[in-house]
Each structure stands twice: as structure tokens, then as C-alpha cells.
């Protein structure tokens, strides 16, 4: 496919003519002004013309001080004259035990057992398999089902789409995937802390009869706990977690939390099962665990399941799994160092503050918009959905509503990506005040000039 307008700059001849673009309609792509990034400072990215832009998607969900952090730089450098790169497998290196020590910190040592990986997906596979070769190795072969929740997004390898929900990103993939069982999601919308909506029974109720008829057969359960992020930012009520987790331990049923969305300040905590005292069977974190900065993701566990796969090799116990840049020195060093940055901006109710002023700012400019239908936000993220003023109807699909949203947002100095005829906020952790005005602004001056000249040409 040749672009559609002819390459302005070197970079932009070499994109066009060589990448391919993950989730990226390359067509579309190419039919559009192409922004190439070459400088981060703060919350802000840089394009190769010198425009700037605030990250309002923090890099995927990742950024959590801001990119070009001193502190994290100097992690960086320091860790580089060490070693850039010792493997995991069968050996050690300082960092990743240092590490591996902080992590279980967050669970206050429940969970004191830590296999890297180096992304969300992996982190989630390893979680799957785990819990998969425990119960093989207690003995309990049948028991090798999943449960997970409607909407849910667990990430985009064969494993991860087998037990999420996201047909719209994985349904050509179907016959290529294993059975999971899907229960309802809660129904919960509230932003500013004013809940509008809250039922949660019929779903607890409804994972409970799954669990009473085959939890003989039922590994795991995996969920996203408080906001399903690609979903929407789809939120649980507080207490739907809790529940969840009290039903696992009566049916004795493996608890996964994904965390690599929600964990390290997202919500305004190290976890979101911190929030409702809940430790699951395994954790699952990515994202935010090194700051935005290098790949690198983690699944804690008990001990009693890491004793499980001690033996002798004949025994046949080990865990056969592993990445060759699993527990990578430089991601490690990076993580610490956030680590060390982030507890104490959540002890100063810095995150709190940053969240209330995120759900007051979406509330005030959204609430009564004609083409926004529903608001939403929990911590520090947040979403606006579209649709034409009567509600009667969804935009055609091929006029892109959240897409055309995000694209004219740049005119006005953010970047930000939709889901469907949707807007997402995922600032990074560390945001300022003036930012989040910023953010909040920017998409309301991209709407109200999109979305009028979108519902009269819908209706021609």
C-alpha cells in the first residue's frame, strides 16, 4: 500500500515504506498526518517538528513518572556499566533479587514468590500455566478449566485470547482457542465518586452456580480487578473483588488478578487487591512495574504452590517456561527505582487528589454533553462514550468517531487513542494539575468540533 501523500521527512519515507503498526489499520494510517516522536520530558512527548503533546495515554498505560525521569535515567545508566543482560535461566543477577524482595513487599510477604517475564500477555501465561501443572501435580488432572469475566482483556497470545472476551480484537482467532467459561461482569459506572449505576449480585450469583456445578473442574478464575481497562474502563463496585475472592477459597479454585493494567498507582494504591485486603493465588503485574521505561513484567505466587513444583528432575516437576529477557538487569534496575519514587507520592495523597480532580474536570464537561452517552472514572483513568444526540442510533462504523476524536486532539496538544466511539484518559501516574486540565480540555475542544459535523453527515 502506497501512502496516500508523499513522505515529508527521512523517518517518515522509512515508516511508510518498511513498519507495520500494531492495532493500526495501516491503510488508515497512511491516509493521515503520520506523528513521529523523537523527545519525552514530564508528562509530554515531543514530535520531530517540535510540537508538543501531552501523553494522555501514557505510552500504552505505562508512564508513570513521566518520561526522561533523572531518577530513573541515573538507575538506567548506573545498571549499564554493570550488565545490560544476564539470562534468568539456571543463573542470578543482583537486581532481579532486589527486585523480586520489593515485590513481595506488596503483599506483605502472602505472595513471596516471583517469576519474571517481560510483558502483560506472558505474565498472564505463566499465571495460566502455573495454575495448570499445580493442580497435574496434586493430583487433580480434571481440574483444568477457566473462568473469566465478559469484557475481559487479558492480553493477545493464544493463552491470554483463550480466557478473555474481547471478540472484536479476537473472534477470527476462535478456532484456534481453548473453552473458557464467561460470567457477566458487574454493572457499575460512577466518576467523581458519585456512583450513577451499581448491581452486583446477579453476577457474583451467576459465577457461584459456574462454580457449584464444576468447580471440581475449574482451575482458575482471572480477573481485572476494579476496572476492566480495554473493556472500556468497565468498574466493579467496591467489594465485587472481595466476594470474587471468598468464592475461590469455598471451591478451592486458583484466584489470577491482572494487574498489569491497574497495579503500581493506577488507582491510587501499589495494587488494586490491596484496596479490599484481598492476596490472590497469583498476581500478575506488567505495565507500570518499570515505569514505562523497559519491558518487564512479574507473576507472583504463594509458597505452597512454588513447593508444589520442587523435586527430583525425574519427578518431572519442573516448570518448563521462561523469555530470554525475563528479569532484565536494566528493566530491574529502572523498577526499583520507581518503586522507591512511588511509595511515598501515594502516602502523600498526591494520587488521590490527581484522581479527584480527573472525575471533577470529565463530570463538568461531559455530563450534559449532547453526543457523550456515558462518563466514567476510578483513580486515574477514565472514558467518554459518543453517540448521536438522539441516542436512537450508533455512528456507522466507517465514520471512526473516537478515532477522528484523537486525531484532532493532537491539533490541540494531546495524545490519546480511542476504543470504538470511545475516548480513553490513562494519564501518566505522576500528572500535574494544569495537566489534567489540559488532557480534559483538549478532548472537549476535539469533540465539540468532530462530533456536529459527524452527526450531520450521518444523517445524509
Known amino acids: ?14 515508516d511508510c515504506k518498511h513498519a507495520w503498526h ?29 510540537n508538543r503533546y501531552l501523553d494522555g495515554n501514557a ?32 543463573l542470578n543477577h543482583r537486581v532481579a533479587s532486589e527486585l523480586a524482595e520489593d515485590l513481595a513487599s506488596l503483599t506483605d510477604g502472602a505472595l513471596p514468590r516471583c517469576f519474571f517475564t517481560d510483558n502483560g500477555s506472558n505474565a498472564i501465561e505463566v499465571a495460566l500455566k502455573l495454575s495448570f501443572q499445580y493442580w497435574q501435580l496434586m493430583g487433580r488432572e480434571e481440574k483444568r478449566g477457566v473462568i473469566s469475566m465478559r469484557g475481559a482483556y487479558h492480553g493477545d497470545t493464544f493463552g491470554t485470547m483463550s480466557v478473555g472476551d474481547s471478540s472484536g480484537f ?11 467459561k464467561i460470567f457477566s461482569a458487574p454493572s457499575h459506572v460512577e466518576c467523581a465518586g458519585q ?5 452486583v449480585q446477579s453476577s457474583l450469583q451467576e459465577l457461584e452456580k459456574i462454580l457449584q456445578n464444576e468447580s471440581s473442574r475449574i482451575a482458575c478464575l482471572i480477573l481485572e480487578p476494579r476496572v476492566q481497562g480495554a473493556a472500556g474502563m468497565r468498574q466493579q463496585p467496591q467489594g465485587f473483588l472481595k466476594s470474587a475472592a471468598l468464592l475461590c477459597q469455598k471451591y478451592q479454585v486458583h484466584l489470577i488478578l491482572d494487574e498489569v493494567f491497574t497495579g503500581f498507582g493506577r488507582l491510587g494504591s501499589l495494587t488494586a487487591a490491596e484496596q479490599e485486603g484481598v492476596v490472590p493465588d497469583f498476581l500478575c503485574l506488567a505495565k507500570g512495574l518499570a515505569a514505562g521505561y523497559l519491558p518487564l513484567a512479574a507473576t507472583l505466587t504463594r509458597e505452597s504452590i512454588f513447593s508444589a513444583f520442587q523435586g527430583h528432575f525425574s519427578e518431572g516437576k519442573t516448570f518448563f517456561h521462561g523469555h530470554t529477557f525475563s528479569g532484565n538487569p536494566l528493566a530491574c534496575a529502572v523498577a526499583r527505582a520507581s518503586l522507591k519514587k512511588l511509595r511515598p507520592m501515594i502516602q502523600s495523597g498526591q494520587l488521590t487528589e490527581s484522581a479527584s ?8 464537561n461531559f455530563a450534559t454533553h449532547p453526543q457523550v452517552c456515558g462518563y466514567r472514572q476510578l483513580g486515574l483513568t477514565a472514558a467518554i ?7 436512537r442510533r450508533h455512528w456507522p462504523v466507517d465514520l471512526r468517531a473516537g478515532y477522528q476524536v484523537s486525531l484532532l486532539a493532537r ?15 490513562v494519564p501518566p501516574i505522576a500528572i500535574k494539575p494544569d495537566e489534567i486540565r489540559h488532557l480534559v480540555k483538549a478532548v472537549r475542544l476535539a469533540v465539540d468540533e468532530v462530533l456536529p459535523k459527524l452527526e450531520v453527515h450521518s444523517l445524509s
Open 170 to 180: 479476537h473472534q477470527r482467532f476462535t478456532p484456534w482457542l481453548f473453552h473458557s
Open 385 to 391: 462514550d459518543f453517540s448521536p444526540a438522539d441516542r
Open 22 to 50: 500494531p492495532f493500526t489499520q495501516m491503510q488508515e494510517y497512511f491516509s493521515n498526518p503520520r506523528l513521529h516522536l523523537v523527545k519525552g520530558e514530564g508528562s509530554w512527548l515531543i514530535d520531530a517538528e517540535g
Open 357 to 364: 480532580l480527573l472525575g471533577r474536570e470529565i463530570s463538568q
Open 195 to 199: 456512583v450513577q449505576a451499581s448491581e
Open 411 to 425: 491539533k490541540h496538544g494531546l495524545i490519546i487513542r480511542p476504543l470504538a466511539d470511545s475516548i480513553l484518559f
Open 59 to 90: 505510552s500504552v498505560w505505562t508512564n508513570v513518572h513521566g518520561h526522561n525521569d533523572p531518577d530513573l535515567n541515573a538507575a538506567l545508566k548506573a545498571q549499564l556499566e554493570q550488565v545490560a543482560h544476564v539470562t534468568l535461566l539456571g
Open 1 to 14: 500500500m502506497v501512502p496516500s501523500a508523499d513522505p515529508i521527512t527521512p523517518i517518515d519515507a522509512s
